[in-house]
T-cell receptor, first 110, second 113 residues
Framework: DGGITQSPKYLFRKEGQNVTLSCEQN?????MYWYRQDPGQGLRLIYY???????QKGDIAEGYSVSREKKESFPLTVTSAQKNPTAFYLC?????????FGEGSWLTVV | KQEVTQIPAALSVPEGENLVLNCSFT??????LQWFRQDPGKGLTSLLL?????REQTSGRLNASLDKSSGRSTLYIAASQPGDSATYLC????????????FGKGTHLIIQP
């Protein structure tokens, strides 16, 4: 089945660590996105990529980094510079007017 | 900057009732509006997409309307069932690329058996 796969589902980060969240899609979509969702809040855009080897900052890019070396992959690194990283992270891709989401990854700082 | 507001933030109704969820947006210059369902700890599933030129879209027991000039959309759920319990989010696309998509905070819906 076509879709977006995020891993891991749950991740714990120690203070000062960088962690990477994986996002893979087999939908052959050009555009991919990373959103952050905090409890009771809407989604906020972290980074997006319209095409391979190109990506743009969203509203809350500070403390995050991404790469887009392959069309199907858009990993997100949460760096130690992100002071409040505990949240639910959603990866998405779009084709025409339709956006598809992965199942999300929970990141907790311990 | 576009702002999207969803009212109420939470709603609890008995099974079988018809209900309406509201979404309002501040800038009426939108390309489309989309309603999503989110189950606890899960990603978002698209329910209905309304283009700016359309007034409504229907899928099964769901009907979404759009009044672009007044900046409002409603999601009507007929004959609610416990399986409808979830958070419902609306999002508007205002153009300008990927950052033109703005989400509301959602309505947390509980259908009591």
């Amino acid at each position: 089945d076509g879709g977006i796969t995020q891993s891991p589902k749950y991740l714990f980060r120690k203070e000062g660590q960088n962690v990477t969240l994986s996002c893979e899609q087999n939908l052959n979509h050009d555009a991919m996105y990373w959103y952050r969702q905090d409890p009771g809040q809407g989604l906020r855009l972290i980074y997006y990529s319209q095409i391979v080897n190109d990506f743009q900052k969203g509203d809350i890019a500070e403390g995050y980094s991404v790469s887009r070396e392959k069309k199907e992959s858009f990993p997100l690194t949460v760096t130690s510079a992100q002071k409040n990283p505990t949240a639910f992270y959603l990866c998405a891709s779009t084709q025409a007017n339709t956006i598809y989401f992965g199942e999300g990854s929970w990141l907790t700082v311990v | 900057k576009q702002e999207v507001t969803q009212i109420p933030a939470a709603l609890s109704v008995p099974e079988g009732e018809n209900l309406v969820l509201n979404c309002s947006f501040t800038d009426s210059a939108i390309y489309n509006l989309q309603w999503f369902r989110q189950d606890p700890g899960k990603g978002l599933t698209s329910l209905l997409l309304i283009q700016s030129s359309q007034r409504e879209q229907t899928s099964g027991r769901l009907n979404a309307s759009l009044d672009k000039s007044s900046g409002r959309s409603t999601l009507y759920i007929a004959a609610s069932q416990p399986g409808d319990s979830a958070t419902y989010l609306c999002a508007v696309y205002s153009g300008g690329g990927a950052d033109g998509l703005t989400f509301g905070k959602g309505t947390h819906l509980i259908i009591q058996p």
